[in-house]
């Protein structure tokens, strides 16, 4: 199957694992794959925002509002020469606020169109970012949702703001965040267990933010009676932590919270793999998390928000220890009671692999669903 796959990223970060881990996984399947998006996504080093989210920084809102769909068109002009020489049997494209090329050129050329949804970016912006030009905004996406042969959200949560939006039930298909398993078995296979006094490793990765509560977790490991020494172990990097590093300071634990700050892609399964316990400490409500995908595939204890999204992968006392988010102080209950059964640890993480395999939530599965969701149609 040939494949153009349409994208507006510019930036190296949780976007481009998906993008980056998918395409390997077409390729590896012996599709072809012609990628069409911004030249600087070639460029970007991992962790660093590319140029829209400075704009967006330093113009008014809805004058970059303005200049993101003025990109449609040289965007849609790029990807349908890519698809005049290209010949493919389908676009798939990431959607993105006012990226537009996709929905265009799939109708212009009469092909089919595979949109994959993270986010429904008018309410995301409109909350956390601002969004000047609302109405357009939602036309926006609403018109290419609604141009999408088969819209293909991250979680049935997302898929229900696709229902309401107009698109039609049976051209939805829920495909969840994947993991590549081989990476993470390998870590697995050379864990150590650290030598000498009992110690317990509390581990997030991701951008740190303050609504993640991890503020909570460290002022709860201070507290901490046990005999275990506990640790806070963070992969990744964030505005939230400066403010957390003075918090373990005045604690007078600064010694049991880590920061690695902003690690490799090939770097995050050693990591993973080093945590007794992984933490999901906070979901927006549509979002499948990549890192819960993570710390399943190496085989760790995890405890997450009890919330729709989150049940869809995980499942409470079986794959995972879920947490009320609406009562705060039940995601330490929840990490106490794992530091102190050993068992359920690990019942837990061999359970959370397993369901990875058992659904084959991985890259090269979720590939092998949307072809044969395109070989399906064509039959």
Same mark, same amino acid.
């Given at each position: ?121 008018? !309410?995301?912006?409109? =909350?956390? @970012?601002?969004? +000047? *030009? ?5 036309? #926006?996406? %609403?018109? &290419? ?91 990744? !990097?964030?505005?939230? =932590?400066? @403010?957390?590093? +003075? *918090? ?5 634990? #600064?010694? %049991?919270? &880590? ?101 084959? *939530? ?18």
């Amino acid at each position: 199957m040939r494949i153009l796959y349409s994208h507006r990223i510019q930036s190296r970060d949780g976007q481009a694992v998906h993008l980056d881990s998918l395409v390997s996984a077409f390729r590896a399947q012996g599709h072809e794959v012609l990628l069409v998006g911004p030249s600087a996504y070639a460029k970007a080093e991992f962790g660093r925002s590319g140029w829209v989210s400075w704009l967006r920084r330093s113009l008014p809102g809805f004058v970059t509002e303005l200049l993101e769909l003025a990109y449609a068109v040289p965007a849609t002009l790029r990807l349908d020469r890519a698809a005049a020489g290209f010949r493919p049997d389908v676009i798939y494209e990431r959607y993105n606020l006012f990226h537009l090329a996709g929905a265009l050129v799939a109708r212009r050329r009469g092909l089919p169109l595979l949109l994959e949804v993270n986010a429904p970016l008018v !309410e995301e912006r409109s =909350r956390f @970012g601002g969004l +000047a *030009l609302k109405p357009l905004a939602r036309w #926006a996406e %609403r018109f &290419v949702w609604r141009s999408a042969t088969w819209a293909l959200p991250v979680t049935e949560v997302l898929a229900g703001y696709l229902r309401s939006a107009g698109v039609e039930p049976d051209r939805i298909r829920v495909i969840p965040n994947g993991i590549d398993l081989e990476a993470f078995t390998e870590a697995l296979a050379a864990r150590q267990a650290p030598a000498g006094a009992p110690e317990l490793v509390l581990g997030f990765v991701g951008f740190v933010r303050d609504w993640h509560g991890l503020d909570r977790v460290i002022e709860a490991i201070a507290a901490y009676p046990g005999p275990a020494r506990i640790l806070l172990k963070v992969v990744g !990097e964030g505005p939230a =932590r400066p @403010g957390l590093e +003075a *918090l373990a300071a005045r604690l007078g634990i #600064a010694d %049991r919270v &880590v920061f690695t700050g902003l690690a490799p892609r090939e770097a995050i399964p050693q990591h993973v793999a080093g945590f007794d316990i992984a933490l999901q400490p906070a979901s927006v409500a549509y979002a499948s998390p990549l890192k819960v995908f993570e710390y399943m595939a190496a085989g760790r204890a995890i405890v997450a928000p009890d919330q729709p999204n989150i049940r869809e992968v995980l499942r409470d006392g079986e794959t995972a220890l879920l947490f009320d988010p609406a009562d705060p102080q039940t995601m330490w209950r929840a990490i106490a009671r794992l530091i102190e059964d050993a068992a359920l640890r690990a019942r837990l993480g061999a359970a959370a692999r397993a369901e990875i395999l058992a659904r084959d *939530l991985t890259w090269s599965g979720n590939a092998r669903r949307i072809v044969a969701l395109v070989e399906g149609a064509a039959r």
